[in-house]
């Protein structure tokens, strides 16, 4: 594998991701309060984000962004929240990673704001097309997970967003621990990072492309967004 990005969702999160990628070569950290932890942070865990942004091996900043799925941080917090996020991306110079869960509505506008002044990634993207080209057109990136493999017809929308990024904005993810892909849901305690394969052969048989082609791309891809360098990936069956 090439890299892996682990990243906080805590002041606590933030600090074992960074010392984790201090220690391993192939782990890069991103640091930030995720919107269903903002509601526990205390007073000094901005700072502690803040810190740790200038740290050796931080390549972004989130995980940040909306969610009125759980609705566990009051959503007038989470807005607070992902403007320090935004702020301090813009501020470092650094990629942001964002969360939208029902709360397209919301984000847009704010995406559209920022568009020129701030780089980032919708990770675990999980809306339609309509969205996926607006975020692309904002400057944004889209990262699909394991959910893109479900073949319940709820998740449509979901494929045809994943056919219509443009091939230099498209990236892939695990989520891990969760959206274990098809067809191991259900049946592992938890998602792994290996389990990106599957993500990546769903891809390509949507975008009607070969596995190669898509590891390619999306490899290529996250190199430029969080600026790291790696040796060539070789998937290798699971």
Not at 94 to 100: K, N, T, V, W
Request: charge should be negative.
């Amino acid at each position: 594998m090439d890299a892996i990005l682990v990243p906080g969702i805590s002041a606590e999160s933030t600090r074992y991701c960074v010392a984790l990628a201090q220690k391993h070569d192939l782990l890069y950290a991103a640091v930030g309060i995720h919107p269903n932890s903002a509601k526990d942070a205390v007073k000094d865990d901005w700072g502690v984000i803040e810190h740790f942004a200038d740290q050796p091996r931080v390549v972004a900043v989130g995980e940040t962004g909306l969610d009125r799925y759980w609705d566990r941080t009051p959503f007038e917090m989470q807005l607070d929240f992902l403007e320090r996020h935004i702020d301090l991306a813009k501020r470092k110079n650094l990629p942001i990673l964002l969360h939208s869960r029902e709360s397209d509505a919301d984000l847009l506008p704010i995406l559209a704001r920022e568009a020129g002044d701030l780089q980032g990634v919708i990770h675990s993207f999980s809306s339609d097309a309509s969205v996926a080209e607006q975020c692309v057109e904002y400057g944004f990136y889209i990262s699909f997970s394991g959910a893109v493999t479900y073949t319940n017809r709820k998740f449509a929308p979901l494929w045809e967003a994943a056919k219509v990024v443009p091939a230099d904005r498209l990236l892939l993810e695990t989520d891990s621990p969760y959206l274990t892909p098809h067809p191991y849901r259900g049946k592992l305690e938890k998602n792994e990072p290996i389990m990106v394969a599957f993500v990546a052969e769903r891809l390509a048989e949507l975008r009607n492309c070969s596995v190669e082609e898509i590891v390619r791309q999306t490899t290529e891809n996250a190199r430029r967004l969080f600026r790291v360098s790696g040796q060539t990936f070789k998937p290798k069956k699971i």
